[in-house]
């Protein structure tokens, strides 16, 4: 037996504020073995609001473990049409602490329309026990949501909390909000349940945590063709968070989030999921900002066959997945966040982080591939296609995870902490010349022992990474590269225990300069900064110009028990030094002496002030040349004597200001002392005096020197 609530009408022009069935309160008592129990219900064609329920009352249960059941069983709300906002199923405004739940099971609702948007459920308590919805399915209805906002929303040891359970959600419309709204202190937990064609031209097509702390889990459950225009899924903020486990996400869309969108402190943990062949304009995957409190979460996914898509591309889809249902031409695409997303143009980041943290564990992001209708002829347009871009003191922590088959350049990072650790990235090829793999501003970047190999490239350069303090390459593989790798400026550098090796399988010796301008292949290029290399190795680089493996420019280098080997240049087949500073065109020291080893090139546009190649400390007085003719002793010297302070490898020292040459007799009695002022000094005017004991020589020597320096001439 079936009872049927049929075209039931307002008889006022207001049309809102009514119920079929209104329960103020449901007493609860002990031993009552009957359970509040609608069932078999149908309610159809009307514009009044079912069911509002307003709590259960105690009335003197003294057994707390009796459960007490409102159970709505086998009822179809289909056909309603609310002309102002409305309700079918309302729990309104109560605070239940007793042993007590509302259940919903194998029931549906189909094809309910709210003029100005409305509720097929409202459950607006706190409970210790969860709303149960289960085995119930919601088809084609519009501007119709689940809203969850508790009574009082201090009151977190209780809740408003609903539990969907093997439900089907298809064909929705909920348009302006998600299809389920989470207020404060509101919880959503959805377990083997699916979501399909749901689109909203708001925030989060299924899940909306909308204020402070609302928490949405998900289970075993499966989300395909949905569409929102902020957060295709979901989209939280606030504190809220969500967390998915198990779950599939396939042919999603958004113009920015195909998955969601994170703000304002929330938080988004996606564990053992496939993230498959979802779409987006901008951050087409997920989007966070402002989440600095929480570390976002992606672990043990599958993320592939993800791309960005143009603007004409998303309107297609959509079109093709809803253009010919009869609510689609009653859609409103002319509000400020769309159209300001409409103008978005080539600006596409899969993953994007702002003042937040992320990271990705055990995870396979695959066969992400760059706009599908980009035209790669223009290879002048400015473009932005990563799969990562973070900013604004952000944290980027990539782990135990693979990254391959890609077109898709992976991090763009400025102000932000990026750590890739026992990760494998392999198979990515380019096609612009503005491609990077890496693009790393003010950062600081570490790669520990991870691989990179096969890495095919149109551009000049694969790494691009400058301002940062801080660059690390630690137990790291880069192999089988056709471009220039890393270029570093104005940043310090540490590689430790790393392996370099072109793709320069056969590499013999080329002479051509047209030819090798086709294969540039250079390691590392460094400028205005420091790097230091310890036990790593460097094959096979080739560069049309200076320094085949490493060019140094304008800064600091050290070399330690590192191996460089079939590596070609014009000059300088392995390392290529170049400077153009006041001390040491190429190296300058101050403790010891490096080693120079015979065969190592130096260019000859190495410039300073002094010592174009090498320049050291003072190391030695040296007379460069004096006037010599015979010279009674107290007779005035009117010959001149040239002297310089000079290093190891006999270059003069003219930038010490400091220092002091002595003229001394033999006696080392001081006679005057010159100022050492950036050049050799010229002495003159001097009287040289012979002790009692030298008169019968007729040599008398002289000695300059520097206090510092033990030296004697």
């Not at 330690?560 to 040491?584: H, V, W």
Request: proline letters at 1%.
């Amino acid at each position: 037996m079936c009872l049927v609530f049929q075209n039931f009408k307002y008889s006022d022009n207001l049309k809102t504020g009514s119920q079929i069935l209104r329960v103020d309160e449901i007493s609860l008592m002990n031993k009552n073995s009957e359970n509040s129990l609608l069932q078999n219900i149908t309610i159809e064609g009307s514009e009044i609001n079912f069911f509002s329920f307003r709590g259960f009352k105690d009335v003197g249960i003294t057994d707390k473990s009796q459960l007490f059941l409102l159970l709505i069983q086998n009822c179809i709300f289909r056909d309603n049409l609310f002309v102002n906002e409305g309700s079918l199923l309302s729990f309104e405004r109560f605070i239940n602490e007793n042993n007590a739940l509302i259940q919903i099971e194998d029931s549906s609702f189909v094809n309910n329309y709210f003029s100005a948007g409305g509720q097929l459920i409202k459950s607006n308590l706190n409970s210790k026990n969860a709303v149960i919805l289960q085995n119930s399915t919601f088809i084609h209805n519009f501007q119709a949501i689940i809203l969850l906002q508790a009574v009082e929303t201090l009151r977190t040891d209780i809740p408003s909390v609903l539990v969907i359970d093997n439900c089907n959600f298809s064909n929705n419309f909920p348009l302006i909000e998600a299809l389920v709204k989470l207020k404060s202190n509101s919880k959503v937990i959805v377990t083997q349940s699916n979501f399909e064609k749901t689109i909203s031209i708001s925030r989060g097509s299924i899940f909306l945590g909308d204020y402070q702390k609302a928490e949405i889990r998900v289970m075993n459950s499966t989300f395909k063709n949905n569409f929102a225009v902020d957060g295709g899924i979901f989209f939280v903020h606030y504190e809220s968070k969500i967390s998915i486990d198990q779950s599939v996400f396939e042919q999603n869309l958004a113009y920015s989030g195909s998955i969601g969108v994170i703000e304002n402190q929330g938080l988004s943990i996606i564990m053992n999921t496939l993230i498959k062949n979802n779409h987006g304009i901008k951050n087409s995957i997920l989007s966070v900002l402002d989440a600095i409190n929480n570390q976002q979460i992606l672990d043990n996914c599958t993320i592939e066959l993800n791309h960005p898509v143009s603007l004409k591309n998303i309107q297609s889809e959509v079109q093709t997945i809803w253009g010919s249902d009869i609510f689609y031409n009653q859609i409103n695409w002319q509000n400020d966040r769309v159209q300001m997303l409409e103008q978005h143009n080539l600006d596409e980041i899969q993953i994007s982080i702002s003042k937040s943290n992320l990271r990705i564990s055990n995870t396979v992001i695959a066969n992400t591939s760059s706009f599908t209708d980009f035209n790669y002829s223009e290879q002048s347009i400015i473009h932005k296609q990563y799969l990562i871009e973070s900013n604004l003191q952000s944290n980027v922590l990539i782990n135990n995870s693979q990254i391959a088959n890609t077109t898709i350049m992976l991090i763009n990072s400025a102000s932000t902490d990026i750590s890739i650790q026992n990760s494998n990235i392999q198979n990515i090829n380019y096609f612009n010349q503005l491609d990077r793999l890496f693009k790393v501003d003010s950062a600081h970047f570490t790669i520990y022992n991870s691989t990179v190999i096969n890495i095919q490239s149109q551009g000049q350069m694969l790494i691009e990474i400058q301002r940062s303090l801080q660059v690390n390459l630690t137990l790291t593989t880069f192999q089988n590269f056709n471009t220039n790798l890393l270029s570093i400026i104005s940043s310090i550098s540490i590689f430790t225990t790393s392996n370099f090796v072109t793709n320069q399988n056969e590499l013999t010796l080329i002479t051509d300069k047209k030819i090798m301008s086709q294969r540039d292949n250079r390691i590392v290029f460094i400028k205005y900064g420091a790097i230091a290399i310890t036990n790593s190795s460097f094959s096979r680089g080739l560069i049309t110009e200076n320094g085949g493996a490493i060019l140094v420019v304008n800064s600091i280098l050290s070399l330690i028990n590192s191996n460089f080997t079939e590596n070609q240049a014009k000059q300088g087949g392995a390392l290529a030094l170049q400077c153009s500073q006041q001390r040491g065109g190429a190296i300058a020291y101050n403790k010891n002496r490096p080693v120079m080893i015979a065969g190592n090139y130096f260019d000859e546009f190495n410039q300073a002030k002094y010592g174009n190649d090498i320049a050291g400390y003072p190391f030695n007085v040296k007379v460069l040349s004096y006037t010599q003719y015979p010279l009674a002793s107290g007779q005035q010297y009117s010959g001149t004597i040239k002297v310089a302070i000079v290093d190891a490898d006999s270059n003069i020292i003219t930038t010490d200001n400091s220092s002091q040459i002595l003229e001394l007799n033999y006696c080392l009695e001081i006679l005057k002392s010159q100022m050492l002022m950036d050049q050799a000094k010229l002495m003159d005017n001097l009287n040289f005096k012979s002790l009692m004991e030298q008169q019968s020589s007729k040599i008398c020597k002289f000695r300059g020197f520097q206090e510092n320096i033990m030296c004697r001439f």
